[in-house]
């Protein structure tokens, strides 16, 4: 994680690379466990420079059926979420029982699998995409039970019932909580009939499928000292600190003093620093994706939360 977190110190041979080389490296710590999984991971560049400015990106790679979906507010602070990126499933010959996965099997098995197999698929059969990211965007990521079941737009309406415009600072982690257990609640009533017996239309079909579901929902936020100081890993502390603070690594509410300052390019067009407002304008952007950038090594202000 400390590798991740804009400004730390790490040695060369644990700095950032990307994505893919992100994965092997987890791949490859989990020694000899045997199993397989799909997976979608999202990464917050901070490094990434556009016409010289530097401009928050999220990096996305993904393998197999989870997917991910990046929601934004076009018109302002009080206009609704829109989907602005969603990734694509990969499974193959296009059955969904058989998605693209990271595996590692033993004898029992395939006799003739190494993990040279799933590195390759890493390095070969990822998809890697990355996307604009601005404060306030708000990415939601699930397994194959997730969208399977339901249709981008149903995604969206529950993350405006939830997510309302016009709210100051950044969406409180419970209310993001929240609303990943309410769309997991609503993919699985589509494997329910309603009063008439008649079962809701999915993407996969009449009646959804029965599926294990995962759903993580993030916020773009603002990156500041606060956010440093609470989730840098920090050495054990003495009994007598824990007895004298709360123990829990909490950050102080009047960090005011500590915003950085957004290069232009990082937030929605017309919106002001939040020296001067702290919580969005009316503003219109388009949205971009797929933009190809250069990197630099100097940390920018945004984090995924």
């Not at 990415?139 to 149903?154: A, H, I, K, R």
């Not at 419970?174 to 809701?200: S, W």
């Not at 915003?259 to 937030?267: P, V």
Request: net charge negative; with cysteine; proline share 7%.
């Amino acid at each position: 994680m400390r590798q991740l977190i804009p400004g730390s110190t790490n040695a060369p041979e644990d700095a950032y690379r990307g994505p893919i080389p992100l994965v092997r490296e987890a791949f490859e710590q989990t020694g000899t466990c045997l199993g397989s999984t799909t997976l979608v991971l999202a990464v917050l560049d901070n490094s990434t420079r556009i016409h010289g400015k530097l401009h928050p990106m999220i990096a996305v790679i993904s393998i197999g059926d989870c997917e991910l979906l990046i929601l934004r507010r076009l018109h302002g602070e009080h206009s609704a979420l829109q989907p602005v990126f969603h990734t694509e499933m990969q499974r193959i010959d296009g059955h969904f029982q058989t998605p693209l996965q990271l595996a590692r099997v033993d004898d029992r098995i395939d006799p003739d699998f190494h993990d040279d197999i799933t590195i390759e698929v890493i390095e070969k059969g990822s998809a890697v995409h990355c996307v604009s990211a601005y404060e306030g965007d708000i990415v939601v990521m699930g397994s194959d039970g997730v969208f399977d079941n339901l249709f981008l737009d149903e995604v969206a309406e529950l993350c405006n019932a939830v997510l309302q415009p016009g709210r100051q600072g950044p969406v409180p982690e419970g209310t993001l909580e929240q609303l990943a257990r309410q769309i997991v609640e609503a993919c699985h009533a589509k494997t329910h009939p309603n009063v008439l017996g008649a079962y809701p239309e999915a993407p996969i079909g009449r009646g959804g499928k029965v599926d294990d579901t995962s759903c993580v929902v993030a916020e773009v936020v603002e990156w500041t000292e606060a956010h440093k100081r609470r989730y840098m890993p920090r050495p054990p502390m003495f009994f007598w600190k824990e007895f004298l603070s709360c123990g829990s690594g909490c950050a102080a509410d009047d960090d005011e003093d500590d915003l950085e300052e957004y290069d232009g390019g990082m937030r929605p067009h017309g919106m002001r620093s939040p020296r001067h407002v702290r919580y969005h304008e009316h503003s219109r952007t388009e949205s971009r994706v797929d933009e190809s950038s250069s990197s630099d090594d100097e940390p920018s202000a945004c984090a995924v939360a």
